[in-house]
C-alpha cells in the first residue's frame, strides 16, 4: 500500500506517475493506455485524488 505521512493520511502521487505503473502495483484497471500520466488520468475524472479512483475501480469488481 502506499505510504503515510506523520499524520497518517496518505503522501501525494506525483501526477507524472504512469498509469501503468500504478494499475501493477495497485492490481486496478483504469481502462486507459499505460503511458498515461496520473495528472492526465485525474483530468478525464474531474481531479479526483488516486485514492478516489482506486476505490471507484474496486467497487466497480
Known sequence: MRSRNENGRYRQKRGDALVGNL???YGSDFGVRSDMKL???R???GGQSL???LKEQHDKN
Open 51 to 53: 485514492t478516489q479512483l
Open 23 to 25: 494499475e501493477k502495483k
Open 39 to 41: 495528472d492526465t488520468l
Open 43 to 45: 483530468k478525464q475524472h
